[in-house]
């Protein structure tokens, strides 16, 4: 079975500065994907990035970056120069090998001015 | 390309009655799922389909019935709805992930469903 944890319900970041959105998983699966979506209020989910288990390098997308520590079974979304725009809740996910995508609980980000 | 569309946006049931939820993509994607967004729940799977013709059961499938008679559309009907069905629903869309693992999902903008 699958499972992503999301430990961080909220979370504040001034803008302009970094922040760090946690995310652990559990999979027995050898080969599996994690990806991370944005849901503004507005209410639609907007990809943002991609890793795979065999990803040798950590991913990155603009101002997005994906820490990913196998080891750790870690995948930290990391937001550089935070922007009023980031201000959604991020929700992190995983695909094992039966191709379903599970989903952790979420953690609001809140950018403050 | 239109995308994930859904309809209707809103819904407002009363308990014991049915109705169907519709999807359709027009990016000729093999995978479709349905989800269903509560408060601090995230994203739970009810159920998806790799195919037409092809349905199988997600996290919370129970009193939720699909099918998948066309590449195109998957419609999810609620046989009997109650009150711990209030959500909202998302329908998406994605490539044979097998072709290429790092294919985004495409989610449709939801319906917000109440049920009293």
């Known amino acids: 079975a699958q499972k992503i944890t999301q430990t961080q319900p909220g979370m504040f970041v001034q803008e302009k500065e970094a922040v760090t959105l946690d995310c652990t998983y559990d999979?027995?699966?050898?080969?599996?994907?994690l990806f991370w979506y944005k849901q503004p209020s507005s209410g639609e989910m907007i990809f943002l990035i991609y890793?795979?288990?065999?990803?040798?390098q950590n991913a990155t997308e603009g101002r997005y970056s994906l820490n990913f520590q196998k080891a750790r079974k870690s995948a930290n979304l990391v937001i550089s120069a935070s922007q009023l725009g980031d201000s959604a809740m991020y929700f992190c996910?995983?695909?094992?090998?039966?191709?379903?995508?599970?989903f952790g609980k979420g953690t609001l980000l809140t950018v403050n001015p | 390309n239109a995308g994930v569309t859904q309809t209707p946006k809103f819904q407002v049931l009363k308990t014991g009655q049915s109705m169907t939820l519709q999807c359709a993509q027009d990016?000729?994607?093999?995978?479709m799922s349905w989800y269903r967004q509560d408060p601090g729940m995230g994203l739970r799977l009810i159920h998806y389909?790799?195919?037409?013709?092809?349905?199988d059961q997600g996290e919370v499938p129970n009193g939720y019935n699909v099918s998948r008679s066309t590449t195109e559309d998957f419609p999810l009907r609620l046989l009997s709805a109650a009150p711990s069905q209030t959500s909202v629903y998302f329908c998406?869309?994605?490539?044979?992930?097998?072709?290429?693992?790092?294919?985004?999902?495409?989610f449709g903008p939801g319906t917000r469903l109440t049920v009293l």
């Open positions: 389909s790799v195919g037409a013709g092809i349905t």
């Open positions: 999979t027995s699966d050898p080969s599996y994907g």
């Open positions: 996910a995983m695909r094992g090998s039966n191709y379903k995508l599970t």
């Open positions: 890793q795979g288990s065999y990803d040798q």
């Open positions: 998406a869309s994605r490539s044979r992930p097998q072709l290429v693992p790092s294919n985004e999902q495409f």
């Open positions: 990016m000729n994607h093999e995978y």
